[in-house]
Every structure is written in C-alpha cells, then in structure tokens.
C-alpha cells in the first residue's frame, strides 16, 4: 500500500497537467494509466511500417498559452502549426474561407466566447463550495440558435454556411439546422491547437517528460477496479491486480459514466447522482481512417488543395447532406454522403512518411456506434473504408490508385482503446441542456469538485475540458490544493 | 384620394384577435377602423353561416384565451366541451389516459410503467407549480418587462428538447411520445430547444377556470368569432370587409395609415397588425423594420393540416376511452422525429402524428365529427399539394382506423384545410418558435421598430395560438400611447 | 541614393510573393513574406524552408598581403584555416568597438572570402588597400539560397548534391553543368547554395522539385529574422547599431555577448589591446528575454521596479513558443534579486493605453535547432 496525497486516474493530457501543477506545489502525486504509454488519445501510431498519424485525432482543443507556458511544452518538443484554413472539397470545385468573410469572423467571435466561458468557469474554481452556482454563460442566443441561424445572423452565404457546419461538425453527428447546433462553434471539430510535430504523441511526450521533471510518480497497465472510501470521503484507488494507493484526493479523466458508474457500485451513490448520470448522453460519431500512400497524385485536386491551404479539407458539400448524415446516424445507419475531412499530415511533417510517400487521415463524422444491423463486422468495416477511399477519389482523381495500406477505427474501437464511453471522443453529446447544466456540475457544488468528497474530475466530460486542452487538469489541481489547503482533518 | 386624419386606430386583420384589439379599443372610446380581407370576420375561428352545410368550422378549437379579455369585453362564450382528457391511442390496446386526477392517471400509466406511474403525481405537482410560476413572464398586466423567475428547473428548461426534459421524468416511450405532441408547435423539434418551454407553456395555459385545460367552444351564436364580432360592434370599432392592405404607409419615422388594393389611403395615428410579423414587414416600406439580417424572423417550412371528418357514428376507440376526450396518436418518440424530418425534405410522414378533437358535425347525416390536427407537414410537399391532399387524407384515416376498425366506412365527409389553404384564405403564417421568442417581455413582442406600429396576432404570442392576450396589450399600448400624444408629451 | 537592386532569385520569389510584400536590406529588395511568416518559421522546424539570401554582403580579399590583411581585421585568426573552412569572427574599431561581425572563408592560401549580414565597404577596403589585398564585392552579385530545416539534407541528396558536409565547411561543384558553392555558415544547422546569377532560376527550380517531397516552402525575411532571434543570434544593423568611426567604444563586445567570437590567443587583431583593458569594465550583457506576453515590444526599457535596467533590441511573437520573446542589453542590476521585470507595450489603435508585460531572462537559444533528418 503507497501513500500518496492525490491519485490522478488517467494519463491524458488532463491528467498530465494535473499531475505536474500538483507535483510542483509539493504533493506526493501518482498517475494511474491502464495503458502501457502515456498520452490516451494523444497517441502517434505506426500503421504502416515507415508510416506515422496521429491515431484519434489531428488537433485537440488547444491550450491556453499560460498553461502552455507554464508546463514549458515548446522547449520539451511539442511544436505546434496552427491550421487556421480549411477547404471545401466539391466535385464541382473547391474554395477556402476567406480570412475577412463572414464566417471566419464568425469563428474568432466563437473562439472569443469560448475563451471568455472558460476564463469564467475557471475563475469559480478556486472558490469555496457553494450553495448556488451562476451559471457563467455569456449569451442565451448561441445555447438554443442553431449553427444555420447564427451563420446566417453573421451574414455567410450560403457555401460559406455550409463550409462553417463542416468544419464545426466534424467527427460528430449532429445537424446544422437544430436548434443548439451552435455551441459546435464554441467546440469545433477542427481549427483547434494545430498540428504537433511528430504527431500528438509527442505533445504527449513532453507532457509525460514535464510531469516526472515535477516528482510525479507513474503507475502504468493496470485500471482502476475501484474508490475506496471512508466516512463519506474518498481514501484511495484499488488497481485491477487488488494493490491498493490511499489517497486523500482522487482525480477523475474517465468520461461522466465511467468515472462514477464504473468507479462506484450506484447504489452507494446519491440516487439524484446516479439519475443525472444514467441521463447523460453520449453521442459517438467519429470514425477515423489512417492511409499510407505511395505519394500524392499530382492531379489539381490534392495539390491544388495543399497549395491552397495546406492543411484541413472537408468532403461534405452542404447543410442538407450533414442533416441526411444526422438523420441516418439516428437509425443506426450509414448516410449517403459521409461527411469526411481530409488531412494529410505528412505535407507539413515529412516525419510522419518515407521520403516520396504520404500519410492521410480522414476524419468520418456520423458513423454510429453500433448499426441498425448490428456490431461492426470485418466486412462493414472493409466496405467503409472503400466507400470512404471512392468518396475521396470522387474529389481527388488517382489517390485510389496510391494507397498502400490503411486502417480503420470505428466507435467501438475507440471505446476498447481509450475507455471512452461508447468511444465518444467529445466526453458526451454537445446540446444546450448537456452544455449548461451537466457539465461542469450541479446539484450544488462547482465542478471540478463532485457531490462525492475528494473525488474531482477532469477530462473530455467537464466543460472546461471541452473548450480546452489541459485545462480541466489545471482546474482540478486547483481545486485539489485548495481544498487539501483548507482540511482540517487528517486521514491516520 | 386621402381622407383626413380622423381615427386613431387601425386595426389591420379581423380575425379573433383583431376583433379584440378593435373592442378594447373602442371601449376606451378611440375611433377604430378594422381592416378585413375577406368578406366574412373571424379569420380561423369562423362559423359556418347559417345554411352552410360544411366548413371548417372552428379551426383553432384549442385555445389559450385570456381570462381577461373574456370579461372585459363580456365575451359570451360557451363551452362545447370542457377540460378534455388527453387520451393517447395505442396500437397495444391500453391507452393513455391523463386526466385532471393524477391518481387514476397514476394507475392508468402502471401499466406501461411502474416508475413512470411513481413519478407522474409528483410531475404533475411540480411542473404545474412552475409552469405557474412562469405566467408572470407569459401573462403578462402590462408590458413592463418582467424578469424570468430564478429557478434552475426553468433555466435547464431553456436549453433543453422536450424530449430530454421529459426523459428526467419519464422511462416510458409511450407516454413521453403522447405529452411531446404539444411541444412541436410553430416547427419545434422535440429534441432540441425550446420544445421543453412550449410544452411548459402550455401547461400554464388556463381554459374555463382551469390549468392546462384543453376546452372547445361551442359555435352555436357564433362561436369566438360571434363573440369578438359582436363585442367590437357593441363597443363602436367600426368594421370593414373586404379590404386588403398592400401597403403600411410611413411618414416622419412613424406609421402614418395604410394603403388598401383599391388605392384608398386611410391615415391613423396608431397602426396595429393582427398579421404575421414576417407579412407585416412586407407591407412596411422597405428597411423601416432595420437592414440587418438578424431582423428576419425565420418562418418554419413546416407546418399543421386540418382534417375535419364527420362520422355517422361514434368513434369507439376502446371501453375505459372517455367519449369525449383530445385523442392524441403519436405511435413512439422517433415517429415524432421522422415525421419532422420527412416534412422538412418536403414529404407527407409515413407515420402521422396528430391530435384529434370532437366538435359539432355539421355535414347532413352526420352524427360525429372529429377535428384532426395533423403537425407537422411541409407547407410546400414537392409534387404539391393537389397530388398530397389525397394522400394525406388516405393516411390519416387508415391510422385512425387502427384504433377503431370499422371507422373509415363511417366517414361520411371530409374536408382538408392545409397549411396553404390557411394561407391564401386567412393570410395565416407564424413564425417559429425561439427561445427568444417564448421569453422575450411582452413588450418586445408587440412591439416593431415603429413606434406606433404594434403587432396584436397571434404570432406576436409566445406560441402560435389565439389568446388575445398580445391583442388586449398591444390595446392597452396604444391607448396609452394615444393618451400621451393627446397631452402633447414628446416621445 | 540609388534604386533598390532585385536579387538574381528576384524572378522566382516575386512568382510566389502573392500579397506584394517586399523589404529592403542592403540595397535588395526582398520578399518579407510568403503569405504567413510565423507558418514559414514553423515550417523550418518541421520540414524544410528555402529562403534567398543574396542580399549576404561578401567581399573577397585576395593578394599576398591577404593573410596578414585578414590577421589585422578579424578577432580570429584565420592564416591557420585550411582550404574549404571558415570561421565567425568580428572586426573591431581601435577602441574594440564592434564594427561588424561575420564568416571568413578561405577559398585558397592568399584568397578569403568575407560574408556577413551588414556591408562595411569603407573599413574593410580601407584596410584591404593598406595591406595592399584586392577587395572586391563583385561577388555580392552572386545568388544564394538557404535551406533550413530537418530535411534540408534530405532535399540535396534527392537534387543529387552530397549534404556531407562539417558545420562551417564549405566546397564548390559542378551540380549537372552549372557552378556551385555548397557550404554550411548558417546558424540554423542548414545549408547554403550559392550560384551564378544567371543559373539562379535554375537552381531554384532544382531545390524546389527536391524538396516537393519533402514539403518545401519558401521563407521570406520575416521568418528568417524570427528564427534568428528564437536561435539568440543579434545581427548589426538589424538588431544593434555598430561603430561607423575608428573611436568610439560603443558598442562593446562584451555588452553584446559576442566574448566567444573574439579569439584572445590571437595576438594581432586590431583592438585587441583595447580590448583586454576594458573587458572587465563592461556591466552589460545580451540576454534573452521571454514575455508572459504575445504581444512583442522592440527597442523598449526594461525595468525592475521603477528603473531602466536594459534595452530590447529585436522583439517579436515567437509561434513556437506562443509568446513574444526579445534579445535585451541588460545592466547587471538586472540579475539581482528583487521585483520581476516588466517592459511596456507599445500603445496601438486597439489599446490605446499603457500596459506591461513581465518578462524573465532565458538562456540562449530559446528553441534549439531540430535535428536533421536523414533516413
């Protein structure tokens, strides 16, 4: 039995944030990480021998650049390219988005917002529980307009509208046109931190390398089975193998589900707990397919894409196909139109593939979870990816002919790999009600605190974690020192 | 031709609300002059003339109508039917029954869920009690505005689908399918907000003395529309038919009369319009309601048909099924879905959703009638609507026919009103239904970028029905606004 | 004052310099960007970014008096240089001054080659003419191209020149027909190319096609000056004013951390005796400054509680590092403990208003080169 002062389950980015602000301020700090790495979905995998992507996602919502700083990530090597233009992909043409045009003002407008409902949420964190929480929303209309309606309040056209829903929605399953679509804006699907050089494992990397600089202890592949607790306060984790960590203070980055449905057996929770949990929603949608190409066809489409923008391209022509996509998600199937974007990592980052090669990644949205017809065999998964491959080279003539070898990840997979409920990347459905009032917290207390005493969380389910990388760990450190600061009781 | 300037009102649109704009004003002795279109009044709450056989008679059976409004001006109504239960049919044989005892509807709903069953008198308890809460905002004295009551429940409401709301409730689909009905008005979907607000204001609707009560009035003597007509002659609102407004005329920044398609001009000092705030815009010059594009209220592409269908016989849907009762079918939660979605890509639903009520049959040979409410539909189906009417109509009757075999060769009439019949005969649009819109003061929704430009109709009404509350205010407005210009106080 | 000169890469970089944006240095006209300077500076870390650097000032010293010549000038002494090295040295004005400073090559026993980011044509051909060494700066005429980056190795091998190549070494070759001179003086850890100004367009062609695969861009000054000051390298004239008179004893060596570039076992270099004097006296050093800060503040005080304690000489947004870093002259004051210190921003349209950013010392180099990438 070891003893520390604060358990962080999970070594995401979240948790390796935490764990370096609470190591620094002197508390004994352990990681627990079922997975053999550090880094969760912050992972550059190699497919292909010789070819490298980062496996669940490009870009993460970004870092703020005073944690950024403080953490001294840049000089630990994670570079980070901003990839500010997109392009949209149609057979009849393609076009990016003007930097003054309505809709990337619209964009800044978002960032703006998100970045003042973060400064706000994190401002409460620090503050003693209280018994009423002001909801720190700065505008009613973007929580019930949907995406259509604002674009449309701005002033973008229609393309441009349809180039934003792209952008915001991708990886997702939602439907530009429902109200409470809007809040995608606040989260977008791309157009977050930015590429990393070598991938996002090595953001991971220098997060892991700042975390043991600070004197943080690592635990790696066993899972949490289990929260001890005594007189109504957490005492510790046990590990799947049966040792045991006491702790006066345990942090949370599994999503809401699992961090108390799994951690606890619910019926010694408080049942308005279990019910609000029970009806949290998960809507997963991404699927992701890495490929390995012998090198990129010269034809108009891709370099006339990278030349153009260089970076993030999206297959979805337009407002009516993501709502098709939305409507098919809901029964389980497959739409007509996947909606895809398109990167190809190694054009920036010649690391990522052989010299004279390429590395794609296709980020899928609205792939459900599990078909109407059932799980995710070999064969709908092959029968996928060569829709997706025709859908690409519908926009971009002789990629088909290039590709080496792919593979594909589907809900399901992200669920096994990340311990993601459902294997929803986002932590939980992006809508108004699950926005404002789920997450951070209710019933009373400030998140990253819970109704559970020592038990905080942090990751993709918290607001704070959505809008922003890394953050939601420097929250739940926060609230862990300032707690641990103000108890006046010991555990022998 | 210009006449002088000698009312100082008028009223544009004489359907029910018009009518009790142009009452209450004239009861505060202004000269009233309404404007109405057609040749008959009363808009969607008509009655038949006498010798008629058919019509669509009553089109908006179930209404919110003020309190207020009915004794001030000392309307006579009568009431066919009150407080119908809601009786949700159910292919499975055992309907929903909710009825004003929560006990027995308790009992009804253990049968699809004990939880369900549990958890409805504490529902019905709770909810009511905010949705009394919230008449502050929605029934509104005066147009001060008036802020929101401070309560989580209702801020979560506010972002949240009826469908989600409910779930916190309810387990079962049966039920959540049948109380989400009411929440997809004015082309809301009931998975995303404001459906939880609409459902909420609903519930804090009062008819005949009673929460949430769903009553018909009886069209004997008139119905609504013989009892605002008449309380608009009384009051001295002098009434005019067949005149169309094609243009609000302005003058100084202010609405200075209206221009009619005969090419009489008519000066006012007030102008209030019973018509969409979307029409209205129209008939205003261009750009005086403002250039920027957050101006444009957007009308939904969806919306409700009317199906009146007489019977020879009583419908007979079941033995515990009270004979008169506001039959609601909406098989499961995702019917409510598809039908929007299918109505958004221009389809009639497979699978209807609607409400059925009784009223007076007035066909010959006819014993019953039901008024069917079917939402949504696409206001524009491609291949139109001649093609669609037929289809439409076949549906509905087929799906009533699940409930009671027999039914549909005891159809002895049929008349369909569609949302573009409503249209081009009543000038009936909306606009949809917003946050925005629900919790806005009362004060911003009468009110246009014109001062002495107001709107009283139902669109200017949190939710799309005839209350004659934004009618009774937008009145109450202008006879204050009248008062002070008589004072000469500069506004 | 005579017009602006184009650089022989003029006809390719105008191609690519889409929103017209051109700047002046040493008489050249040149590219400031492509389009995204900060993307071009990140891009020499990823992959590989080519950049003209024609507007380098070199001058060739030749004669038999070019040993001793280049012996008297530079603070290194480069009579032991074998053929195809170079060194970095400064030349100093009598009272050691900092008169410029630069990389001396030597091409051959009585020929060097003098290269350096600012042009010194009156002492250097003063001096030249004592020693009776031909100076000439003809040379300048000559194109050059830098690679920088991870692949910049990677993009010779694929155009089929050899990047074996020791750190200041450099060697010329015939490169399918035309005449070039390959070396490494950058401080970037990349290449350079320098070609005829007629074969420019085609070497530019060449490099281009080689780094395709690599994803290649171009890099205007703007990028080139960032990842200058993200390396901590001062360059005269753009970031400090050198000694234009043979006098003057500002600015000194020592307050501009150039001590490692002044060879002292070297006994010949002009200053040097001024130079031992006083290199005990001099309280200021060039240090980097990082600010809690993205907006950056150039040529600004740095204080410490109310009083000035240095200057920043250059100062910009670093996107590596997402925050605005400066090289400052700091007194030694500033190193003692006490407040922080704080620069004040400039005021602009959108904050019309003093505001301040702390800032603290950081060891050069900020960022470190990345290193090459060769499979």
């Known amino acids: ?63 703020p650049r005073d ?50 409902v973060l400064a706000r949420a994190l401002g409460e964190v620090a503050k003693p529980r209280a018994a009423k929480t002001a909801l720190p929303w700065p505008s009613e209309d973007w929580g019930g307009a949907s995406l259509s309606e604002i674009a449309d309040r701005a002033g973008a056209t229609q393309r441009e509208s349809a180039h934003l829903a792209a952008a915001a929605l991708s990886g997702r399953a939602a439907d530009p046109d429902l109200p409470g679509s809007a809040l995608h804006l606040l989260v977008p699907g791309t157009g977050g931190s930015g590429i990393v050089r070598g991938g996002l494992g090595a953001l991971a990397t220098a997060l892991e390398e700042a975390a043991r600089e600070a004197g943080a202890t690592f635990s790696f592949g066993l899972e949490v089975a289990d929260i001890r607790r005594a007189r109504g306060r957490v005492r510790g984790v046990t590990l799947a193998d049966g040792s045991e960590i006491v702790a006066r203070a345990v942090i949370s980055t599994l999503d809401l589900k699992r961090s108390f449905l799994s951690l606890f057996s619910w019926t010694t929770l408080p049942p308005k707990l279990v019910s609000r949990v029970n009806g949290f929603r998960m809507a997963a949608g991404t699927a992701r397919l890495l490929v390995a190409l012998d090198g990129l066809p010269e034809s108009m489409g891709v370099s006339g894409a990278l030349r153009r923008c260089g970076g993030t391209m999206h297959i979805a022509p337009d407002t009516a196909a993501l709502h098709g996509a939305f409507t098919a998600w809901r029964n389980g199937a497959l739409p007509e139109a996947l909606p895809l974007t398109v990167r190809f990592p190694s054009a920036s980052d010649p690391q990522l593939a052989p010299v004279g090669a390429a590395t794609m990644t296709v980020t899928l949205g609205a792939v459900p979870h599990r078909l109407f017809d059932g799980a995710w065999t070999h064969e709908k998964r092959d029968a996928l990816r060569d829709r997706t491959l025709k859908a690409i080279e519908a926009v971009m003539p002789g990629l088909g002919d290039r590709v080496r070898a792919t593979e594909l990840l589907v809900p399901p997979d992200i669920e096994e790999a990340l311990g993601l409920t459902d294997g929803d990347l986002d932590g939980g459905e992006i809508a108004p009600d699950q926005f404002f009032t789920t997450r951070p917290w209710i019933e ?41 600061s103000r108890a006046r009781w010991w555990l022998p | 031709m210009v006449a002088p300037v000698n009312w100082d009102a008028i009223v544009i649109g004489g359907g029910a609300s018009g009518l009790i704009a142009a009452a209450t004003l004239a009861k505060a002795r202004q000269k009233v002059l309404l404007l109405e279109a057609r040749a008959v009044f009363g808009g969607t ?90 008449r502050k905002v929605w029934w509104p004295q005066g147009i001060a505005p008036i802020a929101v009551p401070e309560h989580d429940a209702i801020e979560a409401m506010k972002y949240a689908g009826a469908l989600a709301w409910l779930g916190r409730w309810f387990e079962s689909d049966a039920l959540k399918a049948a109380l989400a009905f009411d929440a997809t008005e004015d082309g809301a979907a009931v998975n995303a907000p404001p459906s939880a607000l609409i459902l909420l204001w609903r519930l804090a609707q009062e008819m005949s003395g009673l929460q949430a009560a769903q009553s018909i009035i009886d069209d004997g003597n008139g119905g609504l529309a013989g009892a605002t007509l008449r309380a608009a002659l009384a009051a001295g609102a002098e009434l005019r038919n067949g005149a169309v407004v094609t243009k609000i005329l302005v003058r100084d920044g202010r609405a200075s009369g209206v221009r009619l398609d005969s090419g009489e001009t008519i000066e006012a000092h007030l102008v209030l319009s019973s018509l969409s705030r979307s029409v209205t815009r129209a008939l205003a010059p261009t750009g005086a309601f403002g250039l920027s594009r957050s101006e444009v209220a957007r009308a939904p592409s969806i919306g409700t048909a009317r199906i009146l269908l007489s019977f020879d016989r009583e419908p007979r849907f079941g033995d515990s099924v009270p004979a008169a009762a506001r039959f609601v079918v909406a098989d499961r939660v995702d019917s409510l879905i598809s039908a929007r979605d299918a109505a958004l890509a221009g389809q009639i639903p497979d699978e209807l959703v609607f409400d059925a009520v009784p009223v007076t049959p007035r066909a010959p040979t006819a014993q019953h009638a039901l008024l069917l409410r079917i939402r949504p539909v696409p206001l524009a189906p491609s291949g139109g609507w001649d093609a669609a009417r037929a289809v439409l109509a076949a549906r509905a009757v087929s799906a009533l026919g699940t409930f009671d075999r027999s039914l549909k060769s005891a159809v002895v009439a049929l008349r369909i009103a569609t949302p573009e019949d409503l249209a081009r005969e009543y000038g009936k649009g909306s606009s949809a239904a917003t946050v925005e819109r629900l919790l806005q003061p009362a004060g911003a929704r009468i009110a246009t970028p014109l001062d002495n430009l107001l709107l009283c109709g139902s669109d200017a009404e949190p939710v ?25 106080v500069v506004r | 004052m005579s017009a602006l000169r184009p650089t022989p890469f003029h006809l390719r970089t105008a191609e690519r310099n889409a929103r017209n944006a051109w700047v002046e240095r040493n008489g050249f006209t040149l590219a400031r960007d492509y389009g995204d300077a900060e993307a071009e500076a990140l891009a020499a870390r990823f992959s590989v970014v080519m950049a003209d650097i024609s507007w380098r000032w070199r001058v060739m010293l030749e004669g038999t008096g070019a040993p001793d010549a280049v012996a008297r000038l530079f603070t290194k002494d480069a009579r032991r240089l074998p053929a195809g ?240 870093i400066a090289l400052a002259q700091l007194d030694e004051r500033a190193h003692a403990p006490g407040p922080s210190l704080f620069v004040t921003l400039p005021m602009d349209a959108e ?18 080169n990345p290193d090459p990438i060769l499979p």
């Open chain 1, 1 to 63: 039995m070891e003893d520390f002062d604060a358990a962080i389950i999970g070594a995401g980015a979240d948790g390796l944030a935490a764990a370096v602000l609470l190591a620094r301020a002197g508390l004994r700090t352990i990681v627990v990480e079922r997975d053999a790495r550090a880094g969760g979905r912050l992972e550059t995998r190699e497919f292909h021998p010789g070819f490298r992507a980062s496996t669940y996602a490009d870009e993460i919502a970004p870092i």
């Open chain 1, 67 to 116: 944690v950024f700083w403080s953490l001294d990530l840049a000089r630990r090597g994670a570079l980070f390219m901003p990839q500010r233009q997109s392009l949209a992909l149609r057979s009849d043409g393609q076009e990016t988005l003007d930097a003054r045009s309505a809709a990337a003002l619209l964009v800044g407008d978002a960032r703006r917002r998100a970045d003042a």
């Open chain 1, 444 to 484: 009373g207390s400030r998140a990253p605190r819970t109704p559970i005493a020592g038990l905080y969380v942090a990751g993709p389910s918290t607001l704070s974690g959505l809008l922003a990388s890394c953050v939601s760990g420097v929250a739940a450190a926060r609230a862990v020192m300032a707690d641990l």
């Open chain 2, 45 to 134: 709450s008509e009655t038949p003339a006498s010798g008629e056989t058919i019509s669509l008679s009553g089109l908006d059976p179930a209404l919110a109508l003020d309190q207020h409004v009915i004794e001030e001006l000392k309307l006579s109504l009568r009431y066919a039917k009150r407080d119908l239960p809601l009786v949700a049919l159910r292919p499975e044989g055992h309907h929903i029954v909710v009825g004003r005892d929560a006990f027995r509807t308790a009992r009804n709903l253990g049968w699809f869920s004990a939880r369900d069953a549990q958890a409805w008198p504490r529902f019905r308890r709770e909810v009511w009690a905010l949705a009394r809460a919230m």
């Open chain 2, 464 to 488: 799309s029905e005839v209350a004659g509350r934004a009618a009774r205010l937008a009145a109450r407005r202008a006879i204050a606004l009248a008062g002070a210009a008589r004072k000469g």
């Open chain 3, 85 to 324: 090295s170079a060194v970095k040295a400064l030349w100093l004005n009598d009272a050691a001054a900092v008169r410029g400073a630069g990389l001396l090559a030597r091409l051959g026993d009585a020929r060097f080659l003098l290269a350096a980011a600012a042009p010194d044509r009156d002492w250097i051909f003063d001096a030249a003419a004592r020693f009776d060494v031909r100076a000439d700066d003809s040379i300048s005429a000559q194109g050059g191209v830098a690679l920088i980056g991870p692949f910049a190795g990677q993009v010779l091998r694929v155009a089929g020149l050899d990047p074996a190549l020791e750190p200041l070494a450099f060697r010329t070759d015939d490169w399918r027909g035309l005449s070039v001179t390959l070396s490494r003086w950058g401080e970037h850890g990349g290449y350079e190319v320098w070609c005829e100004a007629e074969d420019a367009p085609i070497v530019w062609d060449r490099l281009f096609k080689a780094g395709a695969a690599s994803g290649i861009r171009t890099a205007g000054l703007a990028a080139m000056d960032l990842l200058d000051l993200e390396r901590g390298v001062a360059r005269p004239g753009r970031d400090y004013r050198p000694a234009s008179d043979g006098h003057g004893a500002v600015p000194h060596p020592a307050s501009l951390s150039l001590e490692r570039l002044i060879d002292e076992t070297h006994l010949d270099f002009n200053g040097r005796a001024a130079w031992l004097a006083t290199r005990a006296k001099v309280g200021t050093s060039l240090k980097g400054l990082v600010f809690d800060s993205e907006i950056p503040a150039p040529h600004s005080a740095v204080m410490k509680g109310g009083r000035v304690v240095g200057r920043t000489f250059s100062s910009v947004y670093s996107p590596a590092l997402r925050r605005a």
């Open chain 3, 351 to 368: 904050a019309p208003f003093e505001r301040h950013a702390n800032v603290h010392v950081q060891d050069l180099p900020f960022l470190p």
